[in-house]
């Protein structure tokens, strides 16, 4: 990539110092257009990009059926999940996201 008025334009690699990667084009010095991102743990995310993000990712999860569960010791918990963007569009293909439920229990 190049720079022009000081901000990556382009096509180009931005390393960071945590080991995060992205490869991709650059515009107004933020991710745009065509796009590979690995952080710093190995999540990749590839696609489009807008503005410095995924320009379909996405803002909601939403669990499928019953949100009330009681789950006992050793039991197991299945959830349908889905992920919708800021439009409330389903999001169907996304790359390696994890997803992370905390939970707590009450005696």
Known sequence: GGWVR???QGHGELKYSNGSIYEGQFRNDMFNGEGLFTNNVGTIYSGMF?????????SCLNVIGDT?????????????????NEDGETITEINNLEIIITA????
Request: charged letters at 10%; glycine letters at 12%; hydrophobic letters at 25%.
């Open 68 to 84: 009330n569960f009681t789950v006992k010791t050793g039991e197991t918990l299945n959830l349908n999940l889905q992920l919708q």
């Open 6 to 8: 000081g901000q990556r």
């Open 50 to 58: 807008f503005n410095g993000g995924l320009s379909n990712q996405p």
């Open 104 to 107: 707590w229990y009450k005696y």
